[in-house]
Structures are given as structure tokens and as C-alpha cells.
């Protein structure tokens, strides 16, 4: 390439130089006529060849100013060769007066000037070439006439040579001429280097021509010569100029284009209109895997299309034989599906091919098919949880819900509730009040969640609902309407009501049976009594708050040594019987109190809190009272009670568990409580329950069990052993809790946050594309470099195997590198299946590798400091998201406050039970009156297009919820924020 510009560089100078040689000679031997001819001759053929190569190209280039200048030099050569023949000597015209020749000399001069004067200002736009052309002809017939009409002014003198009319024209020439010089200087940006100094080049030549013809006398004098080889040397500026721009580019453009061709990634080929492939590219070579000669001339339709399909009626073939545009046609072969692209390729409105581009598509339809399912699959979800969806737009009008909302508002399809509003639902009544909660939530763009609302039906019932709102954002972070769900807690504000009854009940049932229920946490040593136990003190009910001291100072010395010692005891797990103290009450009278107790346990042997009541025993004629009050309270509980024989016979079931299961008091009675069971409960569990109560001991949990229907449901039960007065085990009573609304509701707040886990995961899809974008710039400038220097090796026949061997090495580690770019983004979103047992180190290193170009290309130093660590056992991609979260942030943060260097430091440190890991980055910190919120939902620091609030709340869930850990933040002194993220060795601590 270098040396092909040093030969055109020779050109360019070697030509005008022959030129200056010819004409020189012929001055010195031949003469001034010939001399003459020969100069104006010479220019005249650069201005015409000006003109034609301008025209011809124009249609390619597209150059206004170039092709202005080959019309306009088109006629000045015109206008030249009438001087050249008029020239005293030339006897074509029979005239004898040198005021003719000089009159064409002059005016072609003037004309020459404020052609480049006015070039830069040309658009043919605004009129067409056509009309310049015509206006040239105009004024170039004007001074024709000119030259040989009575009115030509006289321009030179025989006896004194130049008058002062010709010099003068001459300076208003170079005055035109040095003003476009003015000119192009102020517009040289707006020119191509070269055209630029071409053009000054031009004008400046022409300048010093002007010049030497105004200081001779006789026509033959040095000064004339001298000008007209200034003259030739203009001429032949701006005819290099045009050539430049007309013809050398674009042939450098195209033999680009030629270079680059195989550059193209997809597998494109050149059809002709027989279905013959005449050309194709590297990338399709690849994609058939077949040498040029077994593609090129071989048929089209039998490499690339369905060979199933005759090829008289493939679409394709026809397509490209009648020279059809195909932008997007998908075929299937076999298991394969390919998009083809064709464009028509003819020539004077005759098809002679096509080219056309296969892609590959079947993973991506697959990925659709994929998107398609998981579609269904969320609709499926949504129609299938037993909550109730919907959603509105910025009007309150309905957009969508799910079935069971559609039930509730009376509708047979959800597309009927559509452009609805609540006015037009069954719980019209609360319609306006429902609207202005949902412009709340829209106008503040915060939640309104978990609040109870009533709904007044058609048939005058009312539907209580526990419902949640939430702002429905765009893709900018804009609010377009409203997210709202809701459940139907009818049943439990029934049955709150029930219980608030039952409470009043036992309550009156401790009063009538002068009994108080109480509650003692061994580890915060709190004590709650009921307000029975109160009264029992004699006390006014809420007088005072209890606590162990005030309880022990009601009794005398040696009771509260017995207390004491029990509490003792329990907290060392040993069993204590009931006990019987004195109660000195603030009356002064003494009452006996039967003290009973129940262990309640965190796990299999640690004891957490005690409960019992309390029995003012000392009127044993009361007894029997007592305890039909308490058989009453036990009937009336909101809870199912259950007492069986040693054998797990049931002896005794409460109305509750009969409406609950369906089983009534005769068909439960001599029934073991496995009837109910729905098989999911394992045997070790139930052989566990009966060991802890055979021993004493109280056993809870939570059984999946089945109604008489059939219908299964959820229940917390606690079942404990029931002693006779000498402490002997002689039934067993369980009290039991419909928990199934409790269960779905937990089901359905695990599914939502695996799915907000998975949605943060997508949102940074945006950036990482960016990041993939970064990644691959650097390793595909290598490689397009690396094949057009192959590819110009081969073309200069200058092919060094070493060389080649090198440069193809390099292009093989760059793919290298762009496939592992790919792998390492695809395992980033991919989901983590079951833990793995990694180093944290590496993980941060696998993290880096994915966003440390982003680091690098933001101007952020990475300073590590990185110890060796103990592994752990945590899902590595969901760790990976977290890291990445806070990388990112402290990241913009850097961009948007920091105005020095830089830095973000990560460190590593083991404690001993942790990994803890330090994340400080010096972006100006977070102000300490919001930085206890930034793990808050939707909470964002950002502006709406750039923060959803999600990520750092995602990393918190993530953390404390599946990695075993925790995340906080921290400043990092005066100007920063650091992320201590805690990865605990061991599960629960």
C-alpha cells in the first residue's frame, strides 16, 4: 500500500514536470507559437478531462463542489481554446488584433475566479446541473461575442503594451482569488485533506499567473511563459483533486469491501438466476463445511435448501429467479430452522441473481418455544394460587387479572374484565375509596401492603379482603398503573371473631373457675399471666407489668426458695412435679395455690419458656364447678382438641375438630388419629412423636392431613401427656390449628421471592450486554486486522509462512477468547441447582472476570487483597449476582461523585466461624440518615431510569435467606461506602 502511494505521488509530479520540460523546449527551439499551443493545448485537455471524469462520477460520489468545478472548467477550457486560436500566428481567424485573444484570456480568468469563489456555496438541490450548465454555456456565448464585437475594450496597446483597463482586470482577478483563499480556510474543515490543498494549491498558481501577465510588454517576453506554466500547474491541482475523490477512493473503497468480505459472520453467497453459487463468503464455507470448489457452480438449492422440496418449487429458488426481496423467511430442515435473507441482483432492470444470507435459528426458536412455555407456565401459576391478581392502568381501568378474581367479580373470562373499572364490579359501593388508594399508590410510588378492606356484594353480604398494591413500572422506571392482590379472609375475620369470643370465654371460664393461665421465658425472663391471675393477687387487672420478683414477693420465704430451685431445674432439663404455695395477697389473706407447669422446647432438649396455670385450690368444695367451667371452655374453643389412651385411642374429640374434619364425636371415638393422615408424614416422625410423649415430654409440628371429604388441609398441633395425681401418664391429649391459609400464603411468598430473585437477575441483562460489548471490541479489531493483513499478503503475492502461521495463531486465541466471554456470561445465567463446596476467592475472581473490563473501561482501580480462605458450601452464581450487584453500585457511584482517582478495594479475611469479605469504594458515601434503608424493596438512591431498588434488596434476601450470611453497609471514612458480606462455615449460625 505504501509503495502504491509513493507511485502515484511520482504521477502527480512527474507529469506536470514532462510537461514544463516539452514546452520549454519547444520555446527554446521552435519558438513562442508553439510554445504557446502547446501550453494552452495541454490545459485545455486537463480541463475537459476534468469535466468528463466529473460527470461520469458524479452519480458515486456525490461531490456538489467537484462536479461544479469540472462543468465550470469544462467551459474556461472552452474559452481557452478560442485563445489559443486566435493567437497571432495560429491563422484560423483572419483578425490581426491581439485584443481578441486577450479579451478570452481576461474574461476566462474572471470566470475561472469566481468559479472557485463560488463552488463552496453550490447545493444541486436547490437547482439543477442542468440549469448551471446552460448559465456557463450563456456567459461563455457572451464573451465570444465580446471578442469579436466593435465594443472589446482595448487590453493592450501596441506601442505601450498592457493597458491599465487589462492590469486592472488582472488585480480584480487575484483580488477574487486571494478572497476565495479567505474562503477555504474558513470552510477547510468541511473539505477532504487532500481536495483542500489541491484547491489552495490551485488558486495560489493561478495567483502567480495573474501576476506575470501583467508585467510583459511583448508577447513573447518571460513573464508570459512563466504564467502560462503557473497556469498549466492550477489546472492540473484541481484536475488531481477530482480524480481523487472520483476515482482513486472509491476504487480503494472497493477493494476494501473486497478485502472485508469474508469478514461478513454470517454464511452469505452470490446466487445467478440459474440457482449456480458464484460466490460465497468464509463464514458460509464454514457453515456447509466444503472447500471453495465444492461450492462455487454447484447448485443452491441443494446445499442450503430443503432437499425434500423439488427445486422448481422451493420459494427460495423462485424467489431469486424473479429477483424477489426476502428480508425474513424461515425454513425448517430436518431439526434445523434457518432465516434466509435475499436481495435482488440486476442490471438495467434484468435479474441476474441474488445474494443470499442463511442464519442458523434454531436455538433461538427454541428459546422462543422455551419463552412460550414458561408464558403458560406463569399464567398457569397466576391462575393457579389462591390469591386473587389484577391490574390497572393509570386510570384505574382494568388491564388483566387472574381466574379466581374474574370469579369474585362475576365474569366467565378474565378478557371480560378488560377496560372495566370498580364502578362497574359487584363492590361498586367501595369503588371510589378502592381508586383513591390506587392513585396513592401511583402518585407517591410507594406500597400499600397488607391492609384489610370490606366488600359489599350484590346480595348486601360483605367479603372481607386482605389486600396489597403496588406501583406497575415501565422499562424506564415510569409508573403506568397499579398491581394489586388480594385474599379472601373472610373465614378468618370469622374466625377472629370467634376466638376474640372464645378468649372472652375462657377468660370468664378462669374467672369462674378462680384459675389463671401464665407464661415464662426462661431466656429473657419475662412473665405474662392473664388478667385471672390478677384478681387471683387480688390486684386491679394491668395494675403493673409481672415479672419473677414481683411474683416471688407474694409468697413467703420458703415457697419462693421452692420456685426458685424448680426454675433452676428446668433450666438444667430436669422434670419437676407440680407445686402447692402460699399466696400472701395485698388484702392480707392467704390463699393455697396449685401451681401446674408445660414445657415448651426450641429443639429436642433445649427448653425455652414454661407455661401453666395457677388454681386457687383452697376451697375444695369448688372443685367440681371448676372443671364443668373448664369442660365448657375446652367445648367452645376455636382450636380442635383431641384427648386418646395409651394405645392412641381417641377418647374425647371438641365440636371444633369435628367441623373441621368432618368426622363427627361417635365416628371419631375408639379411631386412631391416623385416619386423618394423608400419608406425607414419615414413620420416624410419628414413632419420634410417640417416644417425646411416652417420656413426658411435649411434642409440636405441623401435619398434612385429610378431611372425611377427601379435601386435605394443614394443622399445628401440640401433643402432650395428661397425669393423675400421682403423676402417672394415663392419656394424651392433642390441640390442634387449621394452618391452611397460613401455608399457602408461605408457599406463595417463597415462590415470589425465587421470582424477584430471577427478575433482578434479568435486569442487569442491559449492562451485561454492555459488558459483553466491551469484551468482544478489542479481540474483533484483532482479528479483522489480522485476516485483512493475511488477506493483503495473499493480494502483493508476499505470503511468509512464519508471518502467516502468526497471524493466524493470533485470530485462533482471539475466538478462543470471544467463546469463553460467551461461556462465562452463559454460566452467569444459568441457575444454581444444589450448593457447591468453593473457595470465595474464586468466586470473586469469576465475578471480576465478567465485570472487571467495565472496571477497567470506567478508569476504576482494583485494589485485592486476597487471603486463602476455608471453603464453603453456597450457591456459586447466586453469589456471583450478589457481587455483581454490589460492584455495580459502588461502580456509579465512582461515576456520578467521585472527581479523582477512582478505587474500589475488595478484601478477604477469615474469623472463626466466618469468611467475611469488604467491598469500600471512594464514591462519596451514603448519607447516613437513608443508608439503614438501601436493603428496603424499591428503596433506590438512583433516578427511576436507572434504579429499581431491587438489587441490593436481592442481595440482602439472597444472603441472609440462601448463602447462610448477611450484608451490611458501612461508611468508608469520609468519602465512601463499604459492604461487609459474612458467609458463615457452618448452617445457623
Keep these: ?34 510554445f504557446h499551443s502547446l501550453a494552452e493545448l495541454f490545459t485545455i485537455t486537463v480541463g475537459i478531462v ?61 470566470f475561472e475566479a469566481l468559479l472557485l469563489l463560488s ?13 448551471v450548465f446552460v448559465l456557463f454555456a450563456a456567459v461563455v456565448g457572451a464573451i465570444y461575442w465580446l471578442a469579436f464585437s466593435p465594443y472589446r475594450p482595448d487590453l493592450y496597446l501596441q506601442d505601450s503594451g498592457l493597458t491599465g483597463l487589462k492590469i486592472s482586470l488582472e488585480y480584480t482577478t487575484i483580488a477574487l482569488l486571494a478572497a476565495a483563499l479567505f474562503l477555504y480556510k474558513k470552510l477547510k474543515k468541511k473539505f477532504d485533506r487532500f481536495v483542500y490543498y489541491c484547491v489552495v494549491l490551485s488558486i495560489t498558481f493561478t495567483i502567480f499567473a495573474e ?31 477530482i480524480v481523487q475523490v472520483s476515482l482513486q477512493k472509491p476504487f480503494r ?19 445467478d438466476a440459474g440457482g449456480r453459487i458464484r460466490q460465497a463468503n468464509q463464514a458460509a464455507l464454514s457453515f456447509l463445511a466444503r472447500t471453495k470448489e465444492e461450492v462455487f457452480n454447484h447448485s443452491n438449492h441443494t446445499l442450503f435448501h430443503d432437499k425434500s422440496v423439488y427445486e422448481g418449487e422451493c420459494e427460495l429458488c423462485q424467489a431469486i429467479k424473479n429477483g424477489q426481496a426476502l428480508s425474513s423467511y424461515e425454513l425448517s430442515v430436518g431439526s434445523n430452522t434457518y432465516r434466509f435473507s435475499l436481495s435482488p441482483i440486476g442490471f438495467e432492470d434484468e435479474v441476474s441473481g441474488g445474494t443470499q444470507i442463511c442464519i442458523d435459528i434454531s436455538e433461538q426458536k427454541n428459546a422462543e418455544q422455551k419463552l412460550i412455555r414458561e408464558s403458560s407456565l406463569l399464567k398457569t401459576i397466576i391462575n393457579t394460587v389462591p390469591i386473587r391478581i389484577f391490574w390497572k392502568d393509570r386510570q384505574s381501568r382494568f388491564l388483566g387479572c387472574n381466574r379466581l378474581f374474574a370469579e369474585d367479580a362475576g365474569l366467565t373470562a378474565e378478557e371480560e374484565l378488560v377496560g372495566k373499572t370498580d364502578y362497574d364490579m359487584p363492590w361498586r359501593e367501595e369503588a371510589a375509596s378502592f381508586v383513591h388508594d390506587d392513585n396513592a399508590v401511583m402518585t407517591t410510588h410507594k406500597s400499600k401492603l397488607d391492609y384489610e378492606e370490606a366488600q359489599t356484594l350484590e346480595d348486601g353480604s360483605t367479603r372481607w379482603v386482605n389486600t396489597s398494591k403496588v406501583p406497575l413500572l415501565d422499562h424506564t422506571g415510569a409508573v403506568e398503573g397499579i398491581l394489586g392482590a388480594y385474599f379472601n379472609i373472610t373465614e378468618r375475620k370469622q374466625e377472629q371473631e370467634r376466638l376474640i369470643r372464645a378468649y372472652k370465654l375462657l377468660s370468664n371460664a378462669e374467672q369462674l373457675g378462680n384459675m389463671g393461665s401464665w407464661e415464662f421465658d426462661l431466656e429473657t425472663k419475662r412473665l405474662f399471666w392473664s388478667d385471672e391471675v390478677f384478681r387471683i393477687h387480688a390486684e386491679e387487672v394491668g395494675a403493673f407489668t409481672p415479672t419473677l420478683e414481683i411474683a416471688l414477693s407474694y409468697m413467703a420465704q420458703e415457697d419462693r426458695q421452692k420456685i426458685e430451685g424448680i426454675i433452676i431445674r428446668i433450666e438444667e432439663n430436669e422434670e419437676t412435679p407440680p407445686v402447692h404455695y402460699k399466696l400472701n395477697r395485698k388484702d392480707g389473706s392467704v390463699r393455697d395455690i396449685l401451681l401446674k407447669k408445660e414445657l415448651m422446647r426450641s429443639g429436642e432438649e433445649r427448653q425455652t419458656k414454661v407455661s401453666g396455670i395457677i388454681f386457687d385450690v383452697t376451697d375444695d368444695e369448688i372443685s367440681e364447678q371448676k372443671l364443668r367451667k373448664f369442660q365448657t371452655a375446652v367445648e367452645q374453643s376455636p382450636v380442635s382438641i383431641v384427648i386418646t389412651d395409651l394405645e392412641g385411642n381417641i377418647e374425647y374429640v371438641n365440636p371444633q375438630f369435628s367441623r373441621i374434619t368432618g368426622y363427627t364425636f361417635e365416628e371419631a371415638i375408639g379411631k386412631n388419629p391416623r385416619i386423618l393422615a394423608s400419608g406425607q408424614t414419615s414413620e420416624d416422625e410419628y414413632v419420634h412423636l410417640w417416644n417425646e410423649v411416652a417420656h413426658d415430654k411435649t411434642w409440636s409440628g405441623i401435619f398434612k392431613n385429610i378431611k372425611k371429604s377427601g379435601e386435605a388441609y394443614w394443622e399445628s398441633a401440640i401433643i402432650s401427656p395428661i397425669k393423675d395425681k400421682e403423676e402417672r401418664i394415663v392419656n394424651y391429649i392433642g390441640i390442634k390449628q387449621d394452618i391452611t391459609e397460613k401455608m399457602g400464603m408461605r408457599e406463595l411468598l417463597k415462590d415470589q421471592e425465587e421470582l424477584m430473585i430471577v427478575q433482578s437477575r434479568h435486569a442487569a441483562m442491559g449492562e451485561m450486554v454492555g459488558m459483553i460489548a466491551h469484551q468482544w471490541r478489542q479481540p474483533l479489531s484483532v482479528i479483522s486486522m489480522g485476516a485483512n493483513n493475511l488477506l493483503l499478503d495473499i493480494e502483493m503475492k508476499d505470503i511468509n509462512s512464519e508471518v502467516f502461521k502468526e497471524e493466524a495463531l493470533s485470530i485462533v486465541e482471539q475466538v478462543n477468547h470471544l467463546s469463553q466471554t460467551i461461556d462465562d456470561f452463559r454460566n452467569y445465567f444459568r441457575p444454581d441447582r444444589e450448593k457447591e463446596h468453593v473457595h470465595i476467592e474464586e468466586v470473586l475472581k469469576e465475578a471480576l472476570h465478567i465485570i472487571g473490563k467495565s472496571l477497567e473501561t470506567n478508569g476504576i482501580e482494583l485494589i485485592l487483597s486476597l487471603g486463602e480462605s476455608t471453603a464453603v458450601d453456597i450457591f456459586r452464581r447466586e453469589f456471583i449476582q450478589v457481587l455483581i450487584n454490589v460492584i455495580n453500585n459502588a461502580k456509579e457511584a465512582m461515576n456520578e461523585h467521585c472527581k479523582e482517582e477512582k478505587r474500589l478495594s475488595i478484601s478477604i479475611k477469615e474469623v472463626s466461624d466466618a469468611i467475611i469479605m469488604s467491598i469500600c469504594d471512594n464514591g462519596g458515601g451514603i448519607d447516613n440518615k437513608i443508608i439503614h434503608r438501601i436493603f428496603e424493596p424499591y428503596f433506590s438512591t438512583k433516578d427511576k431510569q436507572n434504579g429499581t431498588g ?15 450470611g448477611t450484608i451490611e453497609a458501612v461508611k468508608n471514612g469520609a468519602d465512601g461506602t463499604c459492604f461487609i458480606l459474612s458467609i458463615y462455615k457452618k448452617e445457623g449460625e
Excluded: C
Design 1 to 34: 500500500m505504501q509503495d502504491t502511494t509513493q507511485d502515484q505521488l511520482y504521477t502527480a509530479v512527474a507529469i506536470p514536470f514532462i510537461f514544463m520540460m516539452v514546452v520549454i523546449s519547444a520555446r527554446l527551439f521552435e519558438g513562442h507559437l508553439l
Design 50 to 110: 476534468m469535466a468528463v471524469v466529473s460527470y461520469y462520477t458524479f452519480q458515486f460520489t456525490k461531490n456538489n463542489f467537484l462536479f461544479y468545478l469540472g462543468m465550470g472548467y469544462f467551459w474556461i477550457a472552452v474559452l481557452d481554446l478560442f485563445h489559443m486560436l486566435t493567437f497571432k500566428g495560429m491563422a484560423i481567424y483572419s483578425i490581426d488584433n491581439v485584443n481578441v485573444t486577450l479579451t478570452f484570456w481576461v474574461f476566462s480568468r474572471l
Design 119 to 131: 463552488a463552496p456555496f453550490i447545493i444541486f438541490r436547490r437547482f439543477s446541473a442542468t440549469q
Design 211 to 241: 501576476f506575470s501577465l501583467t508585467l510583459y510588454v511583448d508577447f513573447h517576453a518571460y513573464s508570459s511563459v512563466l504564467g502560462h506554466l503557473f497556469k498549466f500547474i492550477s489546472y492540473w491541482m484541481i484536475f488531481l483533486a
Design 253 to 271: 473503497a472497493m477493494a476494501y469491501e473486497s478485502s472485508t468480505y469474508n469478514a461478513i459472520p454470517v454464511p452469505t453467497v452470490v446466487v
Design 950 to 964: 431491587l438489587g441490593l434488596f436481592m442481595s440482602k434476601t439472597i444472603m441472609e435467606k440462601h448463602l447462610n
